[in-house]
């Protein structure tokens, strides 16, 4: 168990992946830069889930940053232990993957409410945007 602070950067865009957390109390920010250097939250973790799943997906870095918006404490393990332990296939592979297809569920719900660009124009803005 480790303790993670207000502000705290779990990994930057592009480096590689060394630890996983899954957070106890703590929230945690999903970040990914666009072209024009602006940063859009694209995700939340907190006790429901792991901070890092392309560790799982057979990535070793990753294209967003994850930044501690909630200080508290996160269970931590080394990523690759994590990775030969899901390659079993055991029933850690199978509770990982029902994660990530909620996560994936999730988005893509997300995605579906937003309004089409016309009517984003006289809604002033997209759901998705407006439920941050």
Do not use: W
């Not at 024009?36 to 799943?53: A, F, K, R």
């Not at 994936?104 to 579906?112: A, E, G, L, P, V």
């Amino acid at each position: 168990m480790v303790s993670r602070s207000n502000q705290q950067v779990l990994y930057h865009t592009g480096e590689p992946i060394t630890q996983v957390y899954f957070p106890n109390k703590a929230v945690v920010s999903i970040v990914t830069t666009m072209e024009d250097g602006s940063t859009v939250e694209v995700g939340l973790v907190s006790n429901e889930g792991m901070v890092c799943i392309p560790v799982i997906l057979g990535d070793t870095t990753t294209i967003t940053n994850a930044v501690v918006q909630i200080p508290d404490t996160a269970m931590q393990i080394d990523a690759d232990i994590l990775r030969s332990q899901f390659k079993r296939g055991t029933a850690l592979q199978s509770l990982m993957l029902r994660y990530v297809q909620g996560v994936i569920h999730s988005n893509s719900t997300r995605i579906c409410l937003q309004p089409s660009s016309s009517a984003r124009g006289a809604a002033g803005g997209s759901l998705a945007a407006d439920s941050f």
